[in-house]
């Protein structure tokens, strides 16, 4: 469903992406990870079309959209959240999400009736009861979920997630994952970035990790769990080590 290929990314002098290459069968759930600041969000944003790539190319569903628009890209079947929340702040829980499945009536063939759509999208991810309250009197844990809820509504084949747990309790986390697994079953493709490791390790059948704009380890998440490199970059270990 999708091919990352070589890419490299340049902020200036620093080199925030190098010869990045990825890819996320349909159905698969695929883990990004990484320390702060290692390129993760910049590898979203060229998958999305926000960031241009210096070098490299993207893939989506055998097709090249490298050079295509995001708005392009999302009616090729690419969703995502952000990691910085984006919500309509005024709007209520049900609105935000009804906004999503009107924008995709807008351009699709194939679209229910979007009422219909938003009341099924609430209802898989928990938030039904919540349909009524304004966003801006949520929680961070439930805004994340809006943001996953109104990108389900746009009904994707691909799903890239920037830190959906971030602001969970242990419940919500369990309860995320679930849903995580349930969607890869409907046969979504999803790429996940999260910092909650343990939800990582539950949920995911591959893991890429990021560290300096490199691709630093790729594998199973108990490959990439015993990876030195990988424990360096979280743990600081001795650079001689991780050479060994």
Same mark, same amino acid.
């Given at each position: 469903?999708?091919?990352?290929?070589? =890419?490299?990314?340049?902020?200036?002098?620093?080199?925030?992406?190098?010869?990045?290459?990825?890819?996320?069968?349909?159905?698969?759930? =695929?883990?990004?990870?990484?320390?702060?600041? *290692?390129?993760?969000?910049?590898?979203?944003? =060229?998958?999305?079309?926000?960031?241009?790539?210096?070098?490299?190319?993207?893939?989506?569903?055998?097709?090249? &959209?490298?050079?295509?628009?995001?708005?392009?890209?999302?009616?090729?079947?690419?969703?995502?959240?952000?990691?910085?929340?984006? &919500?309509?702040?005024?709007?209520?829980?049900?609105?935000?999400?009804?906004?999503?499945?009107?924008?995709?009536?807008?351009?699709?063939?194939?679209?229910? @009736?979007?009422?219909?759509?938003?009341?099924?999208?609430?209802?898989?991810?928990?938030?039904?009861?919540?349909?009524?309250?304004?966003?801006?009197?949520?929680?961070? +844990?439930? %805004?994340?979920?809006?943001?996953?809820?109104?990108? #389900?509504?746009?009904?994707?084949? %691909? #799903?890239?997630?920037?830190?959906?747990?971030?602001? #969970?309790?242990?419940?919500?986390?369990? *309860?995320? +994952?679930?849903?995580?697994? @349930?969607? &890869?079953? @409907?046969?979504?493709?999803?790429?996940? &970035?999260?910092?909650?490791?343990?939800?990582?390790?539950?949920?995911?059948?591959?893991?890429?990790?990021?560290?300096?704009?490199?691709?630093?380890?790729?594998?199973?998440?108990?490959?990439?769990?015993?990876?030195?490199?990988?424990?360096?970059?979280? #743990?600081?270990?001795?650079?001689?080590?991780?050479?060994?």
């Amino acid at each position: 469903m999708l091919q990352v290929e070589s =890419v490299d990314v340049r902020f200036g002098g620093v080199q925030a992406l190098a010869d990045v290459s990825l890819c996320v069968d349909s159905g698969s759930l =695929v883990g990004l990870i990484g320390p702060n600041g *290692a390129g993760k969000t910049t590898l979203f944003n =060229v998958i999305t079309g926000l960031e241009m790539p210096a070098r490299g190319r993207v893939v989506l569903d055998g097709r090249d &959209v490298t050079r295509l628009p995001p708005h392009r890209r999302a009616r090729l079947g690419l969703g995502r959240t952000f990691q910085r929340i984006e &919500v309509f702040s005024s709007l209520s829980v049900r609105d935000n999400v009804l906004a999503a499945a009107e924008a995709r009536r807008s351009w699709g063939h194939d679209e229910p @009736d979007p009422a219909r759509t938003a009341t099924d999208v609430l209802e898989r991810v928990g938030l039904a009861d919540l349909a009524g309250e304004r966003v801006d009197g949520l929680s961070t +844990g439930l %805004l994340r979920l809006v943001e996953v809820a109104r990108a #389900l509504a746009s009904r994707p084949s %691909l #799903l890239l997630l920037d830190e959906p747990g971030s602001g #969970l309790d242990g419940t919500e986390s369990e *309860a995320l +994952g679930t849903l995580l697994l @349930d969607l &890869v079953s @409907d046969g979504v493709a999803i790429l996940l &970035v999260e910092h909650d490791v343990e939800l990582v390790m539950r949920v995911c059948q591959q893991l890429h990790v990021l560290d300096f704009g490199r691709v630093i380890a790729s594998g199973t998440p108990s490959q990439v769990r015993q990876n030195a490199a990988v424990q360096a970059a979280y #743990l600081g270990a001795d650079a001689g080590v991780v050479h060994a």
